[in-house]
């Protein structure tokens, strides 16, 4: 499987991983630079013009009480599929 696209994601965001044998793109943790879209020999990722950054607000809510992305239990907040 190619990983191009993963080695030109800048180390900062890691906005591209692997998760089994597909490769994901998180676009919230994109920083629109495009590294990736020129070395896929396949063509799978092409630039979006509608795209924008994730709205400051949800870098501040990550990890706090009312971030939707944890699971509450009895005891302190796990992450989704913890």
């Known amino acids: ?3 191009e696209c993963v080695r030109a994601c800048p ?3 890691g ?4 998760h089994g044998v ?7 943790l994109c920083s629109g630079c495009g590294k990736c879209v020129p070395v896929c020999p396949v063509d799978c990722i092409v630039d979006d013009p ?6 400051e607000e949800w870098w501040r ?3 706090r ?3 939707p992305y944890l699971r509450r239990t009895n ?3 796990a992450a989704v599929g913890s």
């Open 61 to 63: 809510q990550a990890g």
């Open 15 to 18: 906005a591209i991983f692997r």
């Open 1 to 3: 499987m190619c990983d």
């Open 50 to 55: 509608t795209w924008s950054a994730a709205p």
């Open 11 to 13: 180390a900062g965001f």
């Open 65 to 67: 009480a009312d971030d």
């Open 75 to 77: 005891g302190p907040a």
């Open 22 to 28: 597909t490769l994901v793109i998180v676009p919230e």
